[in-house]
């Protein structure tokens, strides 16, 4: 590479840090806004910036703009990226990595190595693959502690197989499996706005009130499950008005990803 071409790539690469710090800087400017209107602290609201179909480069960006949580989506993916950051990154401010696209339990065990929470865990399979596979990552010394999962709800009323989710009403059921795991630890709900309800405010209302509904059903009986995973790019004011508590928030940081096979 000429010293001229270089110049160049390190250009490019300043520009996108510096859109990158608007952007993320306009999301948590909205994340204020939506706290200060339903009298909720932000200090309660974690933000996952999501990061898949984005380079492992832009990851280290986020770090440096003070990005603590990044969201990936598919193990073939993250993997990969989350090394990259790491050689790359001091580990005190090594990033949280969550999982928050669907898990097939062949991927439990490759996933255990490097991620902190998983939040899609919808079926009884699942929870077995990654109990066994976070408990052989501690074993052979990948990880260091259990596995944070979060309960994946679906809020669509069925007919999504590709998004995911266990109907509301056997999430308890499925919460009581995940709190009987020696190396998996519940932490929460979590559910992605049903797809009819993008940009209509009372649908997006109701579908989070749901959510909401059933969250607390789960703490009653699991009152550590604290978490409340729900609100994306489009919808996270919803969210927070219904006690979100992780944000999981990609396009509006990242830009517009390629549609989704
Ligand atoms: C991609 C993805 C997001 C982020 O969506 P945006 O609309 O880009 O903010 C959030 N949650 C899940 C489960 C995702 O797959």
Known sequence: ?????????SQDDQARALQLRDSLHHARSRIDRACSDS???AA???LIVVTKFFPARDVLSLVDLGVRDIGESRDQEARPKVEQVGLRTDPERMPRVHMIGQVQT??????????DVVHSVDRARLVTAL??????????GERSGRLDVTLQVDLDGGDNERRGG???QD??????????CEFLRLRGVMAIAPAQAA??????????????????????????????SAGMSGDLEHAIAAGATHLRVGSVILGSRPPQR
């Not at 062949?106 to 255990?112: F, N, Q, V, Y």
């Not at 109990?131 to 052979?140: C, T």
């Open 199 to 228: 940009g209509d405010d009372v649908a997006l209302g109701s579908a989070f009130e749901a959510l909401a509904r059933c969250h607390e059903l789960i703490v009653a009986s699991h009152p550590a499950a604290t978490w409340l």
């Open 1 to 9: 590479m000429s010293d001229q071409s270089q110049s160049h790539a």
């Open 39 to 41: 009298g909720r602290d």
């Open 171 to 180: 999430a308890s059921a499925l919460a009581d499996d995940i709190a009987g």
């Open 106 to 115: 062949k991927k439990a065990r490759s996933i255990a190595r490097y991620a």
């Open 131 to 140: 109990d066994r596979a976070a408990g052989a990552a501690i074993e052979q």
């Open 166 to 168: 266990v109907p509301v």
């Open 44 to 46: 309660g609201i974690t």
